[in-house]
C-alpha cells in the first residue's frame, strides 16, 4: 500500500513538472524552444521558486503557482509589439513652405527691378518677371517696381499664390516728364531822336508823336521810320529791332531849299481816307497829302485793308499843282496760303480743293470775302476743321496742325490764352484768322508770342489789333468797338421851296395865256 502511494506520488510529480514546463510553452504561441525561456531576467524569477514550492507543499502550491507565472510571461512580450506598430504608421511633419507658387510681375518697362516688402527680387524682360515663392511661408504684402527715369509703382498683393498657381501683378512706368520752360517773347523798343528835336516820328506809316520818343513792346523784327519836320527834307530808314534790346533811330534832318520851278505837286486824297500812297514804289505817308515830284510820269498805288488796290498814273508839270482823289472800291476776293503737313486734303466750304504740296504749303487765290469753312484730313491723323475769316485784298495765313489718331507721344507744348470782351458783347472772335467763338470768351491753347487779334459785330467798324500771349498766362483784352458810319440821306425840300415852284408854275401859265 505503501509502496502503492509513492508510485502514485511519484507519477503526481512527473505531470505537475510536464504542466509546468508545457503550459509556458503554449502560452508563448510556440515560438520558443521547449524549456526555454526568452527572458533571462524571467528565467531567474520563475524556475528558482518553482521546483521548491512542489517539493515541500505539492496540494498548495500547484494550483496557485500556474496561474501566477502564466500571465507575467504574456504581459512581458507585448511591449515589443507595441513599438513596432508605433515606427510603421508614423507620418514625418510637412515642413513649413514645401509647396511653391509663383508671383508673376508685368510691366511695361524692360530692366525695371521689381521689389517684395522692399527685398529685390528679379528684374522685368520681356515684360515679365516670375518669382517663385512657397504658398505656406511669410506672406508678402506689398510689390514695387522701379526704374530709373521713371515713377515708380507700388501695389498690395491680392493674396499669395496656391501651390502651384500664379498670381499676377500688373506695373505701368511713365518716365519723368522735366518741364520745359519756355523762354516768354521778349519785346524791343526803338527809340527815336531828330536834330532838329519835334520832328514828327513814323513807323510802318504809323504816327507815333514827336521826337524825342520812344517806341515800346515791338516784336523783334525790321521797321520803317520815317522823321517829319515842317521846313525841312524828310528822312525814311529801316531799323532792326533786337529781343531785349532798344534800337536808336537818330535823323538828322536837312533844310528843304525853296520848291524849284521845276517840280510840280500832287494831292492825293483817298475815300475812305488813310490810304496808304506809294509813288514810283516809294512809301510816302498816308492820304491826304501833297507829295512834290519831278516833272514826267509817276506811278501812284493806293492800298487799304479791305479794298482793291488804286493804281494810276499822273504826269508831273513844272510849276503846276494837280489833286488826285482815288475812290477806294471795296475788295471782293482775297488769297488764302495754308500751311500744313504734305499730303493732306484741303476742303473750303465742303468743296475739295487741293493737297498740301511738298513744301508744306498750299495757296487758294480769288477767295471770296468772308466767313469760309475750311476742313484738312489726312490718314491716320484727327480732321482739322475751324472757320476762318478772309480778308478781301489781303492774303490771309492758316496755320493747321493735325494730330495723330490715338495717344499723342509727342510733349505738349506750353500755352496760354486770351480773355476779350467787348462793348457790346457778342462781336465774333478771329484769331490769326480763325473763328474762336463770341464775346466775351477766354480762348485758350494759344501759342506763346504775338497774334493777331480781330472782331466783327453787325453795325460796328471792325476791330483788329496785334497781342502777344506769355506762356500759362492769361492776357486780358477789353475793346469797345465803334459804331459803323451811317450815310447822311438827302435832304427833302421844304415845304416853302415846295410851295414857291407851284407859284412859279401858276405864274408861267398865266404869262402864257395872256400871251396867246
Known sequence: MKRALKILLAVLLICTLCVAVIVPVAADGGNSPIGVITTPTETETFVTPEPTTVLTTIPTTEPTTVPTTVPTTVVTTLPPTTTETTETFTIPPTPIGGDKGWIDTYCNVDGAMVYFDGAPECTIAGGICSVAVTATGSPISTVTVSKSGYTS??????????PQAHV????????IVTPTTVPPVQSGTIYAQSNPAGAAIYMNGNFYGYSPVTIPNLVPGSY?????????TPDTQIVNVYAGQTATYYPTLQPSPPVPRSTGTVAVTSGPANALVYVDGTYQGKAPLTVTLY?????FRLTLPGYSDYTTTVYVNANTNQNLNANMIPAVYGTVTINAMPGAAVYMDSTYQGTIQPSGTLTLYNVANGNRL???TATGYNNWINSVYVQPNVVTTINAVLTPVGANP?????TGGFNIVSTPSGAEIYIDNLFQGYTP???NNVAPGEHQVMLKNTGYVDFLTTASVTSGQVTPLAISMQPAPTPTPASAP????????????AGLCVACRRRS
Open 168 to 175: 499676377a501683378v500688373y506695373a505701368t512706368l511713365n518716365p
Open 441 to 443: 470768351s477766354m480762348p
Open 374 to 376: 475750311f476742313k484738312l
Open 153 to 162: 509703382w507700388s501695389g498690395a498683393l491680392s493674396s499669395m499664390p496656391a
Open 494 to 505: 421844304s415845304p416853302v421851296t415846295f410851295i414857291g415852284c407851284l407859284a412859279m408854275a
Open 295 to 299: 516833272p514826267g510820269s509817276h506811278a
Open 224 to 232: 520803317s521810320m520815317k522823321a517829319y519836320l515842317n521846313g525841312y
Open 410 to 414: 509727342t510733349p505738349v507744348p506750353a
